[in-house]
């Protein structure tokens, strides 16, 4: 057994004991049974492991790299091994794998959107998967689903990229008050969060009341919008959340 294997079978949470059943209510009030996934905390964990290893385990399972984590991801949805938050855990799997696997230096891809919002199809392949232990289809929706998350991150990060390019140069500096190549810095801080507060740039070594002024201005100017939390006030960077609408963050 490796290593991380290992890790995860004495750090494991506590699993759903007893039997969960996926359901549907039908058109005449009834419920359907779609799926029955296995119980019982000692055979879930001997399904989690078996499944971590096969995902860590490069000698035994010589399988593409992205096919592996399609089917990783399979096996997990399919073990459901949580009363609740199996989708989520499951998304999150992904990034990690991809992360491990070296397609990813840091956890930024948002590989839930496309699942979220072809989720008839997604759960469509899963049922027939588990009836027919056909895993075509599955793989070339989870490898769609890779490929379609990254063109879309990527033109994401063009964006944010331009924003920074635009905030930052002398049109729109030579309107606020105070040092530009301060404010500069500032301006990228504010890219690199969703939000801010005074605090950040204080740690930047700005005095509190110079980077009360900054978050101000750049409120006034509609790339900042301040909000009151318990005490103190933050300030949401509306350009880079307006990126992100119409990206379904829901379950």
Do not use: W
Not at 168 to 186: A, P, R
Not at 221 to 246: A, C, H, T
């Amino acid at each position: 057994m490796n290593k991380k294997s290992h890790n995860i079978r004495t750090n494991l949470p506590n699993f759903q004991s007893d039997l969960t059943r996926l359901a549907n209510v039908n058109a005449m009030g009834g419920i359907d049974i779609l799926y029955t996934p296995p119980h019982g905390k000692s055979l879930l964990q001997k399904l989690m492991i078996d499944m971590l290893d096969f995902v860590y385990d490069a000698d035994t399972y010589l399988i593409h790299p992205l096919i592996k984590i399609a089917l990783a991801h399979y096996q997990f949805e399919s073990i459901h091994p949580f009363r609740d938050g199996n989708g989520r855990t499951g998304r999150i799997l992904n990034i990690l794998f991809l992360c491990h696997k070296g397609y990813l230096t840091y956890p930024i891809l948002y590989a839930s959107s496309y699942i979220i919002k072809n989720k008839g199809i997604y759960y469509r392949l899963l049922q027939t998967t588990r009836k027919t232990q056909n895993y075509n289809e599955f793989i070339e929706y989870m490898l769609n689903s890779f490929k379609n998350t990254a063109k879309t991150t990527l033109e994401i990060v063009e964006k944010i990229k331009l924003l920074i390019i635009e905030y930052t140069g002398e049109e729109f500096l030579n309107d606020l008050k105070g040092q530009k190549s301060l404010l500069s810095e500032v301006i990228e801080l504010i890219f690199k969060k969703v939000y801010v507060r005074n605090a950040d740039l204080v740690d930047m070594g700005i005095h509190r009341q110079t980077a009360a002024t900054y978050l101000d201005q750049l409120t006034d100017k509609g790339l900042l919008q301040k909000e009151k939390v318990g005490r103190d006030n933050i300030y949401k960077n509306i350009k880079l959340l307006e990126l992100f609408e119409g990206e379904d963050i829901s379950d």
